[in-house]
Antibody, heavy 121, light 111 residues
């Protein structure tokens, strides 16, 4: 059973770059037609899709965040990563990684437990 | 403001049936894209409830079902149980935003 776990700093200063890693266990990141995704949830708010990557394809980003987002994959470590540049307080959120099916029109399952990232000086 | 509109809250007594609506437009649900549903228990990550044409992942009881008509979709929960108290989100694709979109979420309270 595939499991995902986010890791990275919980506090980032404004204007800096947020960097998170998602470690996949119980399955290979380079097997199947899965799309490895990042989704965030602002405190007490709804869900916002950030982007996804397939191990052998170019990443795909949400148009609203495309100018600041980079998603990459490291098959040797069975990990994929998120970088979000020029962060502001509006980027404070719980960041989830998830496995995606048939994206961008498909669904996400399973999800990692999420990690809270606070943007503050 | 979410592209998909859900009621902020719904409630029901144990054993009752409740429905949660998800209203979109001609560029998402109305365009025929699938709608997916997630359950988020307090303090936890969202969990997939329904995907595709009323498909449930292993372990999701058949008390959960969905339907779609025009530009709207609905999640129905039959035989309401205390453990169903959670936030529920719908998700689809929008061909104008070229984006995967979520509803704003609905808090279900079991009375």
């Amino acid at each position: 059973q595939v499991q995902l776990q986010e890791s990275g700093p919980g506090l980032v200063k404004p204007s800096q770059t947020l960097s998170l890693t998602c470690t996949v266990s119980g399955g290979s990141i380079s097997s199947g037609g899965y799309y490895w995704s990042w989704i965030r949830q602002h405190p007490g708010k709804g869900l916002e899709w950030i982007g996804f990557i397939h191990y052998s394809e170019n990443p795909y980003y949400s148009p609203s965040l495309r100018s600041r987002v980079t998603i990459s994959v490291d098959t040797s470590k069975n990990q994929f990563s998120l970088k979000l540049s020029s962060v502001t307080a509006a980027d404070t959120a719980i960041y989830y990684c998830a496995r995606g099916y048939q994206l961008p029109k498909g669904w996400f399952d399973p999800w990692g437990q999420g990690t809270l990232v606070t943007v503050s000086s | 403001q979410s592209v998909l509109t859900q009621p902020p809250s719904v409630s029901g007594a144990p054993g009752q049936r409740v429905t949660i609506s998800c209203t979109g437009s001609s560029s998402n649900i109305g365009a025929g894209y699938d709608v997916y549903w997630y359950q988020q228990l307090p303090g936890t990550a969202p969990k997939l409830l329904i995907y595709g044409d009323n498909n449930r992942p292993s372990g999701v009881p058949d008390r959960f079902s969905d339907s779609k008509s025009g530009t709207s979709a609905s999640l129905a929960i039959a035989g309401l149980q205390a453990e169903d108290e959670a936030d529920y989100y719908c998700q689809s694709y929008d061909n104008i935003l070229i984006d995967s979109v979520f509803g704003g979420g609905t808090k279900l309270t079991v009375l």
